[in-house]
């Protein structure tokens, strides 16, 4: 016998390989020809009554012995009981006697409906295409631990249907995110990964080393430096899809690799990326989930446009009497946050001391799409301040189910007022704050060539996923989300 790895489970299945092979079949082939998938007969299946196909997938079931034997297979498409007789496959009879379920086969035969009404394929030819080496999972209680779930996603698509769903449905996600944007004449582009530079968010990076440069490299944590920079090259609008990285928690609303989509566009201004957000997010959802609602966590989400909006200063003013457009430094949000309860240790980064406002006083209130507008300069380095309220920016972040979606705002192409803002990140981050972002000499010198105003726009990926599809959790919309080394060293 073939001998099988230390643990093994199966050494049954590992027999039945060695006896196909004895039979001189070669039990992993390299292709076979369908002429049709499953679903493409199920729907009008007496129509294709009589007809001969050629059909491959897994089996998910087999019923019966003897000289006659039921199986299920199961392909992308959908499911079909197969007729497996003896005396329509003459020798070939001895494969079935070695069959498992989860093998892989193809299958040829004849359209037909048993005397109980079952659609079923009544089988002449019968090859092995793949034999499963261990067990699928329990078909009563499906995989259902979640680490599992995770680290094993092929099995989880495999025993849960509606996993299949979620994914498809995330792929017609990014394919109607771009097909609505290429409609409005955006560009979309490849940034690079690897930066020497960790800036256009406020996020700890995850670091390398790039030997053959000898210097230390980071991986993106946005995308939006190299965007902007292409509008200084003279593309007018422009968009990524693509991985960003951030070295942080997880939880289930963050993991550490996600998908971010950001959009950027000469000439508009943070009004015209809230529509841009309305109009995009509502068609996705139509053109997704045959809808502009969705259910999640037993709540109705309307995403029909215009959304709600929520002006910060006059949210936290009606909250707590405090005027945020008169909060310019940290020590000034310290004294606003002992004033309103909000936690402001001194461990506590300038940072994290203004979000907790956002935690107390907004993000609750934002269970439908909400635009929450009008963000403090101390957390918003690349964002246009107002003219009149020099503390404020024009940003805003599009909210949903209490948590963002994105970030949106007028972008800063004031080169001078820039480098200034990257200084007073670097001070905050080297006062411990390990998020602040980092200066970026090159980007500056982009914009010392003059970047036209803009707008721009964050949407993470994901979280639209998540909300679309109901899940509450990240990592049940990434297909493979990082997973804990399964038994670390002590």
């Not at 203004?354 to 964002?383: M, N, R, W």
Request: hydrophobic share 40%; glycine share 8%; aromatic share 8%.
């Amino acid at each position: 016998m073939t001998p099988g790895p230390e643990g093994w489970e199966e050494p049954y299945r590992l027999k039945k390989l060695d006896e196909l092979r004895a039979l001189g079949l070669d039990p992993y082939q390299d292709g076979f020809r369908r002429t049709v998938a499953i679903g493409g007969v199920l729907p009008d299946f007496d129509v294709h009554l009589g007809e001969h196909h050629s059909i491959a997938g897994r089996l998910r079931a087999i019923r019966g012995h003897g000289k006659a034997v039921f199986a299920d297979i199961e392909d992308e498409s959908g499911r079909l009981q197969l007729h497996l007789r003896k005396d329509l496959l003459n020798d070939a009879f001895a494969v079935v006697e070695l069959l498992d379920v989860g093998d892989i086969v193809g299958a040829e035969g004849t359209l037909f409906r048993t005397r109980r009404g079952e659609p079923s394929l009544e089988v002449t030819g019968l090859h092995i295409l793949a034999k499963a080496l261990r067990p699928l999972p329990e078909k009563r209680h499906g995989l259902a631990d979640p680490d599992l779930r995770y680290r094993h996603r092929y099995l989880d698509l495999i025993a849960n249907e509606n996993v299949r769903r979620v994914f498809a449905t995330r792929s017609r996600v990014v394919a109607e995110i771009r097909h609505f944007l290429d409609e409005r004449g955006f560009l979309e582009v490849e940034t690079p990964i690897l930066s020497t530079v960790a800036s256009g968010a406020a996020a700890r990076p995850f670091s390398t080393f790039f030997n053959a440069m000898g210097e230390e490299a980071y991986l993106r944590i946005a995308t939006e430096l190299h965007l902007k920079r292409l509008l200084v090259g003279g593309f007018p609008k422009v968009y990524e899809i693509g991985h960003v990285f951030r070295n942080e928690g997880v939880d289930r609303h963050h993991n550490p690799e996600f998908t971010m989509l950001e959009v950027y566009e000469a000439y508009g201004d943070e009004e015209s990326m809230m529509r841009l957000t309305e109009e995009m997010v509502a068609h996705v959802a139509l053109a997704a989930t045959g809808s502009h609602t969705v259910e999640i966590e037993g709540v109705t989400i309307d995403f029909t446009p215009p959304w709600r909006r929520i002006s910060v200063p006059q949210r936290i003013r009606e909250a707590t009497g405090i005027r945020i457009e008169d909060l310019a430094t940290g020590e000034d949000w310290r004294r606003a946050a002992r004033q309103a309860g909000v936690p402001s240790e001194s461990q506590i980064p300038d940072a994290k001391v203004v979000e907790g406002f956002y935690e107390k006083f907004i993000e609750p209130d934002c269970i439908q799409p909400t635009h929450v507008y009008d963000y403090p300069l101390i957390i918003s380095p690349l964002a246009r301040r107002h003219q009149d309220r020099p503390n404020l920016t024009r940003r805003f972040e599009p909210f949903c189910m209490g948590y963002e979606l994105g970030n949106g705002f007028a972008e800063l192409n004031d080169p001078l007022d820039q480098r200034q803002r990257f200084l007073d990140q670097l001070r905050q981050r080297q006062a411990g704050d390990e998020e602040a972002q980092a200066l970026d000499e090159d980007f500056l010198l982009a914009l010392e060539h003059g970047m036209p105003p803009a707008g721009g726009l964050g949407i993470g990926v994901d979280r639209l996923v998540a909300i679309l599809t109901g899940q509450s959790s990240l990592r049940d919309v990434i297909l493979f989300p990082f997973t804990r080394t399964k038994d670390p060293a002590p």
